[in-house]
């Protein structure tokens, strides 16, 4: 003799859907409200009205120094020519670390966190999935991550323009960009920033189902992150360095051309892409076996 429960199922209440539980909307909020989402955003934000007050404490940069002989033009030398050249250079001086932080801190922190406010256990109780519960939070830490990423330089072109100018980006290597060519430039280059993050954001998350200290899982990130860099600039290394995200992560500085270069950046997006999707799969991997008792 058998029922409607039995066909649904001992553990599937009426009108629960796996699919349906910790929507991305719920746990955009969730860390959207939180403290250091707010911090972080106001301290991409504020970068670039401290450099236009450091250019204008400093006078025009490039201008002074420099006179040694080479005529060779970098971001620095033209970061006062038009908002786009100093959205340009924000995105040079903040993506080595400044950037690296946010990622880390949205990936490193989601899981890890609820873990140290002993809350995962409920969450997993609800019943959430736990694949789904970890696709939320990814999907959600990835987002915020690219919100960051760009925030900046959408501050920096309106802080730019005030106090700049609008017009042309003028080329570290001569020349200059059409207008209306600047804002895509910039948007690939913002892009590609995030697809190299990806791999800093792979080892973040991992280490974050990793660890119930979310300050662990977004230093080892960080730190392993520096680590990298240390190692690319080993020269000793060859061409062992080229299997280091940190050894194309100024890639992007070929889509600053005349014409565009995509060599670099397609061979820095497979090595990234490659390394997080690697983590991400040890992530959901070592989760669903993991015995959750915080």
Not at 124 to 144: D, H, Q, Y
Request: hydrophobic fraction near 55%; charged fraction near 15%; charge should be positive.
């Amino acid at each position: 003799m058998s029922s409607a429960t039995d066909v649904r199922g001992p553990a599937e209440a009426p009108g629960y859907h796996a699919r349906r539980t910790l929507p991305l909307r719920v746990e955009a909020m969730r860390q959207l409200r939180r403290r250091r989402t707010l911090l972080m955003g106001g301290v991409l934000a504020a970068l670039p009205f401290i450099l236009i007050i450091a250019f204008a404490i400093g006078g025009t940069p490039g201008g002074e120094e420099g006179g040694g002989g080479g005529s060779r033009i970098n971001l620095m030398d033209v970061a006062t020519e038009s908002a786009a050249n100093f959205a340009a250079t924000c995105l040079f001086v903040s993506a080595g670390f400044l950037l690296v932080v946010p990622v880390a801190l949205f990936c490193g922190d989601t899981v890890a966190s609820e873990a140290g406010w002993s809350s995962l256990r409920y969450l997993l109780a609800a019943p959430v999935p736990r694949a789904r519960l970890l696709w939320s939070k990814l999907v959600v830490a990835l987002g915020f991550s690219l919100a960051a990423m760009v925030l900046l330089p959408v501050v920096a072109l309106a802080a730019g323009t005030a106090a700049y100018g609008w017009g042309p980006l003028k080329l570290p290597t001569g020349g200059a960009l059409a207008t209306g060519d600047t804002v895509p430039r910039l948007a690939l280059v913002v892009a590609f920033i995030f697809v190299s993050q990806l791999v800093t954001a792979g080892l973040a998350f991992w280490l974050s189902t990793r660890t119930d200290a979310p300050l662990g899982a977004v230093g080892g990130a960080v730190g392993l992150t520096i680590v990298g860099n240390v190692l690319d600039a080993v020269t000793a290394l060859g061409s062992w360095r080229e299997f280091l995200p940190a050894h194309w992560q100024f890639a992007w500085a070929d889509a600053l051309q005349p014409e565009l270069e995509w060599g670099g950046m397609v061979k820095g997006a497979a090595v990234s892409v490659t390394y997080a999707l690697i983590l991400f799969a040890f992530a959901f991997r070592g989760f669903s076996r993991k015995d959750i008792v915080s």
